[in-house]
């Protein structure tokens, strides 16, 4: 079975997971995500309709641990190393005005 | 004299420093020379911290001159995997996203290396991400195998590995998603544990994809391994998967190494085509000696396996999509774009499209496929069923079986370029290794000679159920000290030799 991945899901991939690739390198991650995805694409040979799915590698119900307050993270060692602070904040660029990624 | 030390196993460096015959001073400085020395060619490292290491050690000296009960690892110079947080020194996980992040606070790994007062030699080099199985995905450049220097070392975990294989450590820190200590170690010709999912606290280690990740021992010897898993192992209440039950008693089982009585399994899926000559020679001559040591070897059929690289190659993307969400160059890390013009998400995927390199691209933008409406239920949803009949095989083979045995990796080292650019190719060296992530359960990589063709080492893989690591060290010390006892030395003792063809 192949599903061709195209150029174009390749930009939508890539602005869903917020990575600006260069229009150049968009056909080649296409080809190697339909080789990649035919090859995994056969997970769906296995007759599991009534089989449970498995997210977890050993189950483990209600882990809980004291609600107390311990200490945190000093903020000034935190900060040091942000790309940007300022203030004793993060500094981050404009989150508004900006059209839909 | 440095040489002998650098050769030594770490049981050997502890009986040298109870008996006074050196010192961890002495034994740490000849690492760091030793380092010094070859590692401009190996690049097992991506940073060295002599400073530190020396003064864990002068204090483990001390401490040992006063007579105080000390770990038994004390003063025994250990090499942590990159994905490890760690104060003091950067945290990269082999990317530019994170190249001079320092960390602040300690993985609970490290928290207990350093309790076992255990000096830090530095952080190995590793695919970015731990995604990868040649350490050729490292923002850094590669790591050379020490056996070959124009061949990988595996990975992602290949520093780690390199740094045993090269003498450069005694023991090393590696973590295993679907094969990044176990592929590494049969390739260098080293012993690496995956052990137990949730044995080892994941606290504080860069996730790839949390349902799979877990750390463990690397070392030369089945017995370093497991004095390493035991200092390291047990419950964390930092980390929610932690496992609760005792850790088994792992030292004794390397010390004891015996399978008398034991029904050892082979996996019928886990051979034969794809797999080199020189591979299943070396494999099933250790089977059969285990055989001659006194085990019960049976054929078992795990069907499902088959479909492990694919129910793999779909829940690991599709966790690590949304694990590496948090690199968005808002808190830490590589920032790009933030010219006082560009909004937050401009910036966020020029930072990441700049930071990630080529493989963590694709295993992102795979992820965020397979988690898409519409392709849920046939993906992601379709590999975790998968997961489960793969869980379901290992059920059935350990109800007949004691621990299960395969060759690690279908193949010796391969040179260095010959797969980068071939994902697929590069994913199915972990054909045998991932089930056992997927699963949750425990296995170990020991060597078991040298192929024919080549003169590089072969990986033979143990497996064991849920929580009985210990029957890894079982079984991998009686296999290794009968091998040993064969060849008359330690297989790792050939590496860099011209006559490495004959074992």
Redesign the interface.
Known sequence: MTTA?TRD??AH?????????PDDELSH?AE??T???D????????A?DD????????P?TN?F?PDAAGPC??RD??L?????AEDGR?R???????DP? | MSRDIMRESAIGLIEEMASGNLSSVEITQAHLDRIAEVDGEIHAFLHVDGEAALATAADADAARAAGEDLPLLAGVPIAVKDVMAMTGVPTTVGSKILEN?????DATIVERLRAARMPILGKTNMDEFAMGSSTEHSAFGPTRNPWDTDRIPGGSGGGSAAALAAFEAPLAIGTDTGGSIRQPAAVTGTVGVKP???AVSRYGLVALAS??DQAGPCARTVLGAAMLHQAIAGHD?RD??S?TTPVPDVVGAARRGDVRGLRIGLVTELGGDGYQPGVEQRFTEAVELLAELGAEIVEVSCP?F??A???Y??ILPSEA?SNL?KF????????VG?DGD?????????T??AG?GDEV??R???G??AL?SGYYD??Y?????????I?RDFDAAFADCDVLVSPTCPTTAFPLGEKVDD??AM?LNDIATIPV?????AAMSLPVGLAPEDGLPVGLQIMAP?HQDDRLYLVGAALEGALEDKWGHRLIEQVGSDERGDR
């Open positions: 991945i899901e390749v991939l890539a602005r869903l997971a917020r990575l600006d690739l991650y190697q995500l080789v990649i995805i090859a995994v694409a056969t997970v769906s040979e296995v599991a089989v449970p799915a498995t997210s977890h590698p050993v483990m882990v641990r993270l000093d060692v935190v040091s190393q942000a790309p940007a993060f981050v660029p404009r989150i508004l005005d900006e990624a | 992040w320092r960390p602040p606070y137990t999912y949730g349902s799979l209440p929610s998967t496992l499902h088959r479909y690289l694919g129910a190659y779909l999509s969400a968005d160059g808002m808190r830490y890390g590589l920032r933030d560009n909004g937050v998400e401009q910036v966020m995927a020029q990441r499209a990630f691209k694709r992102i933008m795979l965020t496929y898409s046939a993906f949803g379709q590999a975790q069923k998968v997961r489960t009949l869980q994902p697929l994913y992530n997927l699963a949750g359960n849920h």
